[in-house]
């Protein structure tokens, strides 16, 4: 047997279970068609041609134009750069912080780990939605800001997760047997406990992104997120519900590529929980 | 139990001051005085506005100040409508938001609760998947995306309902309360039906049913006291999720509400009213995780040895 036969095992579950499966299809493709937007979007996204105005579907446009001529097809591409590169890199921002958060407090435990996740508690009170409205409103419209500012909210959750992770791990016999045998504190980290704390992070890992999406939907909507001419889903759907009277298909389209995305994920994310942990399943 | 609620209220001060503190120091940080939009002011009548606001004064002092008559519940005077406090403008828009919110807390209670319960009861069944699959939908649906389609559809397309205002109309207040509370419907769902379903399986309900107890009286006197402590310990946070809410749909729906105050004070760089409504929030919201806290508390003797 090999020493990977956790991964093996949770790999054939996953692939056994038909929604986490094409639901991670359907993320392929769109990450793939977010790389590659400049090559395979049939029109510039940005090029306004007044003359075409707001078009319904057609076969030169394949999902209309928007009120200044401009396909919505390809900006739905190049949506799909910002909007997954947001969920992406705040995610790995939570991922950086919360992990190594929780790690410390549930690997050193005692006063540190009192300390820390009572810090945690506290931020976990605040109300961050407003923070995050307000430095946007201070800084300007960064995206790089949105990035650090979505980041720093999302990663107590994944804080508490890991540190309750490592405590279990900690406590367990063949930790403290290598403990006993004079295993040194970073060999054992790193051969020992790290690997088993993987699979919670990935899965919850792949949860926050879905979240991140929607808090810079939100942000973008509200007009505090991306700024033109770059466009992120949340800025498409802003503008498709100002003239979606007269052309619905600017709200419809984007609304629906967003709703597909986020639903892809959840799904995707809830396969691996119980691919990885299968005992919570059931539920 | 009072010792737990004054521990947390112990908590709590501390963080409502970091708040104050935070969001005060922050904007002061801002680039730009709050007059620069105006075209240039003479210099005299920058300088009484600068009296007025207190802005000539040292940080430090402008700080005291500020909270000092914060102690007295007085938000100072709004930037943007001088005429106007903040105080007032939180006010007036606070019985608007705080309806709207209870509506939708309603609808997602009311639906989730009900979807919950019944996928639970009628476990891997058509009508626990559907509901749940609905569910799932309503999650990853965004509220400013399922706000303007609802507006779309009953209000443009089929002329139902009304698509803006708030107490003008008869039915106005439908559209934005489905709006808001869809999402916690949602999580409502997912959450009393998992709860609904560990419950189900413990040893006194096997004994009520062993008693030969309707299976209606099993579900709704035994099994819904214990099965509904995760959507009780989800509607503290939920309330601060709802207030976000209410920026998007209060902004749809042209709603006089606190909501969409904060979003154009965000916009006016109205300082004096982002400042007061992100206290006020945060008041709230504080207050609110305590209430939902104390709740399970209460429903869940277990929870008191663990805290």
């Given at each position: 047997?090999?020493?990977n036969?956790?991964?093996?095992?949770?790999?054939?579950?996953?692939?056994?279970?038909?929604?986490?499966?094409g639901?991670?299809?359907?993320?392929?493709?769109l990450?793939?068609?977010?790389i590659?937007?400049?090559?395979?979007?049939?029109?510039?996204?940005?090029?306004q041609n007044l003359?075409?105005g707001?078009?319904?579907?057609?076969v030169e446009?394949?999902l209309?134009?928007?009120?200044?001529?401009?396909?919505?097809?390809?900006?739905?591409l190049?949506?799909?750069?910002?909007?997954?590169?947001?969920?992406f890199?705040?995610?790995?921002?939570?991922?950086?912080i919360?992990?190594?958060?929780?790690?410390?407090?549930?690997?050193?435990?005692?006063?540190?780990?009192?300390?820390m996740?009572?810090i945690?508690?506290?931020?976990?009170g605040?109300?961050?939605i407003?923070?995050i409205?307000?430095?946007?409103v201070?800084?300007?419209?960064?995206?790089?800001?949105?990035?650090m500012?979505?980041?720093?909210?999302?990663?107590?959750?994944?804080?508490?997760?890991?540190?309750?992770?490592v405590i279990t791990?900690k406590n367990?016999?063949?930790v403290?047997?290598?403990?006993?045998m004079?295993?040194?504190?970073?060999?054992?980290?790193?051969?020992h406990?790290?690997?088993?704390?993987l699979?919670?992070?990935?899965?919850?890992?792949?949860?926050?992104?879905?979240?991140?999406m929607?808090?810079?939907?939100?942000?973008?909507?509200?007009?505090?997120g991306?700024?033109p001419?770059?466009s992120?889903?949340?800025t498409?759907i802003?503008?498709?519900?100002?003239?979606?009277?007269?052309?619905?298909?600017?709200?419809?389209?984007?609304?629906?590529?967003?709703?597909?995305?986020?639903?892809?994920?959840?799904?995707?994310?809830d396969?691996?929980?119980?691919a990885?942990?299968?005992k919570?399943?059931?539920d | 139990?009072?010792?737990?609620?004054?521990?947390r209220?112990?908590?709590?001060i501390?963080?409502?001051?970091?708040?104050?503190?935070?969001?005060?120091?922050?904007?002061?940080?801002?680039p730009?005085g709050?007059?620069?939009?105006e075209?240039a002011?003479?210099?005299e009548?920058?300088?009484?506005?600068?009296?007025?606001?207190?802005?000539?004064?040292?940080?430090?002092?402008?700080?005291?100040?500020?909270?000092?008559?914060l102690?007295?519940?007085d938000?100072?005077?709004?930037f943007?409508?001088?005429?106007?406090s903040?105080?007032?403008?939180?006010?007036?828009?606070?019985?608007?938001?705080f309806?709207?919110?209870?509506?939708?807390?309603?609808?997602?209670?009311i639906?989730?609760?009900?979807?919950?319960?019944?996928a639970?009861?009628?476990r891997n069944?058509a009508?626990?998947?559907i509901?749940?699959?609905i569910?799932?939908?309503g999650i990853?649906?965004?509220?400013f995306?399922?706000g303007p389609?609802?507006?779309?559809?009953?209000?443009?397309h089929?002329?139902?309902?009304?698509?803006?205002?708030w107490?003008?109309?008869?039915g106005d207040?439908?559209?934005?309360s489905?709006?808001?509370?869809?999402?916690?419907a949602?999580?409502?769902?997912?959450?009393?039906?998992g709860?609904?379903?560990?419950t189900?399986?413990?040893?006194?309900?096997r004994?009520?049913?062993?008693?030969?107890?309707s299976?209606?009286?099993?579900?709704?006197?035994?099994?819904?006291?214990?099965?509904?402590i995760?959507?009780?310990?989800?509607?503290g946070p939920?309330v601060?999720?709802?207030?976000?809410?209410?920026?998007v749909?209060?902004t749809?729906?042209q709603?006089?509400?606190l909501?969409?105050?904060y979003v154009e004070a965000?916009?006016?760089?109205?300082?004096?009213?982002?400042l007061?409504?992100?206290i006020?929030?945060?008041?709230l919201?504080?207050?609110?995780?305590?209430?939902?806290?104390?709740a399970?508390?209460i429903?869940n003797?277990q929870s008191?040895?663990?805290?």
């Amino acid at each position: 047997m090999n020493s990977n036969s956790l991964w093996n095992d949770a790999f054939r579950r996953l692939i056994a279970n038909r929604a986490a499966v094409g639901s991670a299809c359907i993320l392929i493709v769109l990450i793939l068609a977010a790389i590659f937007a400049p090559w395979i979007a049939p029109h510039s996204y940005s090029y306004q041609n007044l003359d075409v105005g707001a078009t319904p579907p057609s076969v030169e446009f394949l999902l209309g134009t928007d009120t200044l001529g401009r396909d919505l097809l390809s900006r739905i591409l190049y949506g799909a750069r910002v909007s997954l590169l947001v969920g992406f890199v705040a995610t790995a921002v939570a991922l950086v912080i919360g992990v190594s958060w929780g790690i410390i407090a549930g690997y050193f435990g005692g006063r540190i780990d009192s300390v820390m996740m009572r810090i945690v508690d506290v931020l976990y009170g605040l109300p961050f939605i407003i923070f995050i409205i307000l430095l946007m409103v201070i800084f300007g419209r960064n995206i790089w800001l949105l990035f650090m500012a979505i980041g720093a909210v999302e990663w107590l959750t994944m804080a508490r997760i890991v540190r309750g992770q490592v405590i279990t791990i900690k406590n367990q016999e063949y930790v403290m047997a290598a403990q006993a045998m004079g295993v040194p504190n970073l060999r054992l980290f790193v051969k020992h406990i790290f690997p088993n704390i993987l699979g919670p992070i990935a899965v919850y890992a792949t949860l926050t992104i879905p979240q991140v999406m929607l808090l810079e939907a939100f942000l973008s909507f509200l007009g505090l997120g991306v700024q033109p001419p770059m466009s992120s889903w949340g800025t498409l759907i802003r503008y498709g519900v100002e003239s979606m009277e007269e052309y619905s298909w600017l709200l419809i389209y984007p609304g629906l590529t967003f709703t597909i995305t986020l639903f892809a994920l959840n799904f995707f994310g809830d396969g691996l929980r119980d691919a990885l942990d299968p005992k919570t399943s059931e539920d | 139990m009072l010792q737990i609620l004054l521990k947390r209220l112990l908590i709590a001060i501390p963080v409502i001051l970091i708040v104050i503190t935070i969001t005060f120091f922050l904007i002061r940080m801002a680039p730009g005085g709050p007059f620069d939009a105006e075209k240039a002011v003479p210099p005299e009548v920058l300088k009484s506005l600068n009296e007025r606001y207190n802005l000539d004064a040292p940080v430090i002092v402008q700080y005291k100040d500020y909270m000092l008559n914060l102690l007295q519940g007085d938000f100072g005077p709004s930037f943007r409508y001088p005429s106007r406090s903040v105080t007032e403008m939180i006010f007036t828009g606070m019985p608007v938001t705080f309806e709207l919110a209870f509506y939708a807390i309603l609808v997602a209670l009311i639906i989730g609760i009900f979807a919950g319960v019944l996928a639970a009861v009628k476990r891997n069944t058509a009508l626990d998947y559907i509901p749940m699959t609905i569910a799932m939908i309503g999650i990853c649906m965004p509220t400013f995306l399922l706000g303007p389609l609802l507006v779309l559809f009953f209000g443009i397309h089929l002329e139902l309902l009304p698509v803006s205002g708030w107490d003008t109309l008869p039915g106005d207040k439908i559209l934005p309360s489905i709006t808001l509370g869809a999402a916690y419907a949602a999580y409502i769902a997912r959450l009393s039906r998992g709860g609904m379903l560990e419950t189900l399986n413990q040893d006194y309900i096997r004994t009520a049913r062993a008693k030969g107890l309707s299976e209606f009286n099993v579900v709704f006197n035994h099994a819904l006291r214990g099965g509904l402590i995760p959507v009780l310990s989800f509607l503290g946070p939920a309330v601060a999720g709802l207030i976000g809410g209410s920026f998007v749909v209060e902004t749809i729906f042209q709603i006089p509400g606190l909501g969409r105050f904060y979003v154009e004070a965000a916009f006016n760089r109205d300082y004096t009213m982002i400042l007061g409504t992100t206290i006020f929030f945060s008041v709230l919201i504080i207050f609110f995780n305590l209430l939902s806290d104390l709740a399970v508390l209460i429903a869940n003797p277990q929870s008191r040895s663990s805290q």
